[in-house]
């Protein structure tokens, strides 16, 4: 009687304590506690996680080691795993205190998993499953939208056990986030509209450089236009959009486009680059190995349409990097050649490098998923292709100033066999009349500045007095010589010299323009102004004025900053007196001198020279 007494006291203790065991062993860790006012939370700082390198273990078995306590902490709290073979499953515990929302939504915020198993174990023991990823199609998400995503029944009060299992050729990225449907709704607005954002940026700038090139017949806007479809294909890809919109019933599509999207715009890249850097005439061997690198990236593209994704994607991702910084390599060659556009093409390839790389280094572990590095190919792809489209303006401006200097360059030497002709001629009367009318007409413009020459202002000043006198209203001159500029011809040669007259021409002409004033070149770097209706103190004014606009910015000239700078000096001419233009100039040329005994790069009048 004592002996079973004693034996069913031990079944019972031992009943007991088995009991509390399995408790304990199902209490587990910590659970998530979804406060009552919450509508998000994170769950990469509560999670853990099992690799399963085989990809044999089912959900029994990962939730047997669960509560055994096999499952290892994120490292570094970080759910980016880079590309790993197997399957990988993490775990937490929930506990919904919020009993206005039973329906939570999971998402996970990385678009490109292949298969994604979602496992809820309830206190009693039920167990639901899930299923999504890119590997079954769009339409059995919860919602529609770029990340996989799971409806679950969270029962307030209750402790559920989560189990989630990814298994993905791409990069291991699980970034798992829990919302309420209206908190998601809000997040997937301001997510769409970021995205709406940057594509917008791009067809703003496709169908702007698409006007230039159809206009233009540029090839360079032709790869750029290239280049922008192409990488804004990389992205859709990348964001989960082409599995949305494209191709959402076919996973052999969503596999595929990732490398082969990337091939194609890094043969845009590569294209663009060879054609704005004219890298056939510039550097020939990089030239070359431009074509080889365009070459590797079309037949990788194509063989990408069939070697598994968990090699094509790393080794395409690899290759932006090298691919860019070829491009980079290219550029500073070229642009140490003096091609002075290069110089901004670098700066956009800077940006996008830097973009690329942190994407590149998320996707392969080495850095945390945040908004920076997580949208670091959009921000520095949009400036990169901001800045494209500011080089290819540079670009063709430099190219039009080429183009001017050529022909100012041609019809300085048809002047000179015109006037040939002319001598040839001179016993006709008839034609020697035409040519000399024919000269008379352009001899009123220097060749080389495009302003009026000296005989002309003689001419039209003669006019001005007299119209000043009759009117009784004064008429003041500016002489204006540029500083040092026989030392920019000696220092960087006369096409420089040349580039630094016109453009101080050009800035003169635009200082004076709303003066109603008569400017000429007077002679190698001197200009001559005739100012109607000013007197002395508003001629002094208009100078001064003129001498800030060449000392504000500096002269581009064969690939040069060169500042420059004038003396100025300021005569306004006594109407009633009967001195005519060369006493005028007399004056004025004294002033002028004064400046330049005053150290230069001032303004003098004809009083203050006296």
Same mark, same amino acid.
């Given at each position: 009687?004592?002996?079973?007494?004693?034996?069913?006291?031990?079944?019972?203790?031992?009943?007991?304590?088995l009991?509390?065991?399995?408790?304990?062993a199902?209490?587990?860790?910590?659970?998530?506690?979804?406060?009552?006012?919450?509508?998000?939370?994170?769950?990469?700082?509560?999670?853990?996680?099992?690799?399963?390198?085989?990809?044999?273990?089912?959900?029994?078995?990962?939730?047997?080691?669960?509560?055994?306590?096999?499952?290892?902490?994120?490292?570094?709290?970080?759910?980016?795993?880079?590309f790993?073979?197997?399957?990988?499953w993490?775990h937490?515990?929930?506990?919904?205190?919020?009993?206005?929302?039973?329906?939570?939504?999971?998402v996970?915020e990385?678009?490109?998993?292949?298969?994604?198993?979602?496992?809820?174990?309830?206190?009693?023991?039920?167990?639901?499953?899930?299923?999504?990823?890119?590997?079954?199609p769009?339409?059995q998400?919860?919602?529609?939208?770029?990340h996989?995503?799971?409806?679950?029944?969270?029962?307030?009060?209750?402790?559920?056990?989560?189990?989630?299992?990814?298994?993905?050729?791409?990069?291991?990225?699980?970034?798992?986030?829990?919302?309420?449907p209206?908190?998601?709704?809000e997040?997937?607005?301001?997510?769409?509209?970021?995205?709406?954002?940057?594509?917008?940026?791009?067809?703003?700038?496709?169908?702007?450089?698409?006007?230039?090139?159809?206009?233009l017949r540029?090839?360079s806007?032709?790869?750029?236009?290239f280049?922008?479809?192409?990488?804004?294909?990389?992205?859709?890809?990348?964001?989960?959009?082409?599995?949305?919109?494209?191709?959402?019933?076919?996973?052999?599509?969503?596999?595929?486009?990732?490398?082969?999207?990337?091939?194609?715009?890094?043969?845009?890249?590569q294209?663009f680059a060879?054609?704005?850097?004219e890298?056939?005439?510039?550097?020939?061997?990089?030239n070359?190995v431009?074509?080889?690198?365009?070459?590797?990236?079309?037949?990788f593209?194509?063989?990408?349409?069939?070697?598994?994704?968990?090699?094509?994607?790393?080794?395409?991702?690899?290759?932006?990097?090298?691919?860019?910084?070829?491009?980079?390599?290219?550029t500073?060659?070229?642009?140490?050649?003096?091609?002075a556009?290069?110089?901004?093409l670098?700066?956009?390839?800077?940006?996008?490098?830097?973009?690329?790389?942190?994407?590149?280094?998320?996707a392969?572990?080495?850095?945390?998923?945040?908004?920076?590095?997580?949208?670091?190919?959009?921000?520095?792809?949009?400036?990169?292709?901001?800045?494209l489209?500011?080089?290819?303006?540079?670009?063709?401006?430099?190219?039009r100033?080429?183009?001017?200097?050529?022909?100012?360059?041609a019809?300085?030497?048809?002047?000179?066999?015109?006037?040939?002709?002319?001598q040839?001629?001179?016993?006709?009367?008839?034609?020697?009349?035409?040519?000399?009318g024919?000269?008379?007409?352009?001899?009123?413009?220097?060749?080389?500045?495009?302003?009026?020459?000296?005989?002309?202002?003689?001419?039209?000043?003669e006019?001005?007095?007299d119209?000043?006198?009759?009117e009784?209203?004064?008429?003041?001159?500016?002489m204006?010589?540029?500083?040092h500029?026989k030392?920019?011809?000696?220092?960087?040669?006369?096409?420089?010299?040349?580039?630094?007259?016109?453009w101080?021409?050009?800035?003169?002409?635009?200082?004076?323009?709303?003066?109603?004033?008569?400017?000429?070149?007077?002679?190698?770097?001197?200009?001559?102004?005739?100012?109607?209706? $000013?007197? *002395?103190? &508003? #001629?002094? =004014?208009?100078?001064?004025?003129?001498?800030? !606009?060449?000392?504000? %910015?500096?002269?581009?000239?064969?690939?040069?900053?060169?500042?420059?700078?004038?003396?100025?000096?300021?005569?306004?001419?006594?109407?009633?007196?009967?001195?005519?233009?060369?006493?005028?100039?007399?004056?004025?040329? $004294?002033? *002028?001198? &004064? #400046?330049? =005994?005053?150290?230069?790069?001032?303004?003098? !009048?004809?009083?203050s %020279?006296?």
């Open positions: 009687m004592v002996r079973s007494q004693i034996l069913a006291g031990l079944r019972y203790g031992g009943g007991l304590v009991l509390l065991l399995c408790t304990a199902q209490a587990g860790p910590a659970a998530v506690e979804l406060a009552a006012a919450a509508d998000r939370a994170s769950l990469t700082p509560h999670l853990v996680y099992h690799h399963d390198a085989d990809a044999v273990d089912d959900a029994a078995q990962a939730f047997a080691r669960a509560d055994a306590d096999g499952f290892a902490p994120l490292p570094s709290g970080n759910a980016a795993f880079g790993q073979r197997g399957a990988f993490f937490a515990a929930l506990r919904n205190d919020n009993p206005q929302e039973p329906r939570w939504l999971l996970q990385y678009p490109l998993s292949d298969r994604i198993d979602v496992y809820l174990r309830h206190a009693d023991g039920r167990v639901e499953h899930r299923a999504g990823g890119d590997h079954l769009f339409s998400r919860s919602v529609r939208y770029r996989p995503n799971f409806l679950l029944d969270l029962p307030p009060g209750e402790r559920v056990d989560l189990l989630v299992r990814v298994e993905s050729q791409s990069s291991m990225q699980v970034p798992l986030e829990l919302y309420t209206t908190a998601f709704t997040l997937s607005r301001d997510a769409q509209f970021a995205i709406g954002l940057y594509y917008g940026i791009l067809l703003a700038l496709f169908f702007y450089n698409l006007v230039l090139w159809l206009s540029d090839a806007y032709f790869w750029y236009l280049h922008i479809s192409a990488f804004g294909l990389v992205l859709f890809t990348l964001n989960g959009l082409g599995f949305e919109y494209l191709w959402p019933g076919s996973p052999w599509l969503a596999d595929r486009s990732v490398p082969l999207s990337i091939c194609l715009a890094l043969v845009a890249m294209q060879r054609t704005f850097l890298l056939p005439q510039r550097w020939p061997r990089g070359l431009s074509l080889a690198v365009i070459g590797f990236f079309v037949l593209g194509l063989a990408s349409l069939w070697l598994p994704y968990r090699v094509s994607t790393p080794i395409a991702s690899r290759a932006v990097l090298v691919g860019l910084i070829w491009i980079v390599v290219a500073v060659f070229v642009m140490r050649r003096g091609y556009p290069a110089r901004i670098l700066l956009a390839w800077a940006m996008f490098l830097l973009g690329t790389a942190v994407f590149t280094l998320l392969f572990g080495l850095l945390p998923k945040n908004f920076a590095t997580e949208y670091g190919v959009q921000i520095g792809s949009a400036l990169e292709m901001l800045l489209s500011v080089a290819l303006g540079y670009r063709y401006a430099a190219l100033n080429e183009n001017e200097r050529i022909v100012n360059e019809r300085l030497q048809l002047e000179r066999k015109v006037a040939q002709r002319t040839e001629v001179r016993s006709a009367l008839m034609q020697l009349e035409e040519a000399h024919r000269l008379r007409d352009s001899s009123r413009r220097d060749g080389l500045t495009g302003l009026y020459n000296r005989t002309w202002f003689h001419e039209a000043f006019r001005m007095l119209q000043a006198r009759g009784r209203r004064p008429l003041s001159l500016l204006i010589d540029l500083d500029f030392a920019i011809n000696d220092r960087l040669g006369h096409l420089a010299g040349d580039e630094c007259l016109r101080a021409a050009h800035r003169i002409g635009k200082a004076l323009r709303p003066h109603d004033a008569l400017l000429a070149r007077f002679g190698g770097e001197e200009f001559v102004v005739a100012l109607p209706a $000013r007197d *002395l103190p &508003a #001629a002094v =004014a208009v100078a001064e004025e003129v001498r800030q !606009t060449l000392t504000k %910015a500096p002269c581009q000239a064969q690939g040069h900053n060169v500042r420059i700078s004038a003396s100025i000096g300021v005569h306004t001419i006594n109407t009633e007196a009967l001195d005519d233009i060369d006493d005028a100039l007399e004056v004025a040329d $004294r002033a *002028l001198y &004064a #400046a330049k =005994a005053n150290g230069r790069d001032c303004v003098r !009048t004809s009083i %020279a006296a």
